[in-house]
Structure formats: structure tokens, C-alpha cells
């Protein structure tokens, strides 16, 4: 979450809208280091849960629907990008991997246009629907109770 929160404080609120939208090329901060650090952000947090969950096949149809949506999702927004920002894009893409940092992901010489309390406000239906998780995995493992209690 500290990564997406990272990310939110230079690209700002409009990312959490429907409508893809840019007026202006984002490289700073994290975006320096990964051009999709927000996705990234999401693909560890998801694995996270996942290895709470301990539960295989749900693990797995996690893993392909979030496959289908960043597969989908990342190409549609790069060419946005490309028509939008041409030379500039063309540019970061090719000095800025897409996904995988290259070891260098904290180091950042840019200044952050939103703040801390602005990133925070605007994470808060990803708090929500994180809690929300986090709530229904424990209300699961209790549930089925631990390993000892159904031994007895």
C-alpha cells in the first residue's frame, strides 16, 4: 500500500476515476523507476493476500482475473500515453521498464505535486475493500478453526 500511496502522491486522484485521462506525462517518484508502479503496488498486495488465504484454486483464479485485467489494461493505457505524449512517451518507454523495477525503485531525484493526506484520501475505497478482505479471510480461518481444535 505504501507504493501505491508513493505513486498517488505524484499521478494524483484522477487514477482512481473510470475515464482514462493525462495532462500531463508522470515520471517522477515511483513512475521514475517502473512505468506502472500503481499495478505493481496492486500485483504485491494481491500475492500478500494470497499467501494469507492459503487456499490453492482461489489463489489461482486470483492470479488469472488480475492477469486478464493488467494484460488488458496496461497496453490500452501505454497507447493513450503514445497519442497523447508522442515523443515524450517514446522517451520513458524506453529508459523506464513497464513492470519490474531494475533495483532502483526508493531513489528519486523529483518533487511529489500531491501530498501525503491527498494520496490517503483518495486510497480510501482501497482500505476498504483491503479491510474488507483481510476481515473475510480471518472470519474464514476461524471458521475452520485451528488445526489443533480439530484434532481433538
Not at 504485491?44 to 489494461?73: C, D, Q, R
Request: net charge neutral; aromatic share 14%; with cysteine.
Amino acid at each position: 500500500e505504501l507504493l501505491r500511496l508513493w505513486g498517488l502522491r505524484y499521478i494524483g486522484p484522477t487514477t482512481r476515476t473510470r475515464e482514462i485521462c493525462a495532462d500531463r506525462l508522470v515520471t517522477g517518484g515511483p513512475y521514475a523507476r517502473v512505468r506502472h508502479p500503481l499495478y505493481l503496488a496492486n500485483a504485491l498486495k494481491i500475492l500478500g493476500l494470497l499467501i494469507i488465504a492459503g487456499h490453492l484454486p482461489l489463489a489461482l483464479t486470483a492470479i488469472a482475473f488480475y492477469a486478464v485485467e493488467f494484460f488488458n489494461m496496461i497496453p490500452y493505457e501505454e497507447h493513450f500515453l503514445a497519442q497523447r505524449f508522442p515523443k515524450e512517451f517514446e522517451a520513458y518507454r524506453s529508459s523506464v521498464p513497464a513492470f519490474l523495477p531494475d533495483g532502483s525503485l526508493f531513489a528519486s531525484d523529483f518533487q511529489a505535486t500531491h501530498t501525503w493526506t491527498e494520496a490517503l484520501n483518495s486510497e480510501r475505497r482501497t482500505f476498504a475493500s483491503t479491510g474488507g478482505l483481510l476481515g473475510i479471510l480471518a472470519f474464514c480461518t476461524w471458521l475452520r478453526g485451528s488445526p489443533a481444535e480439530a484434532d481433538r
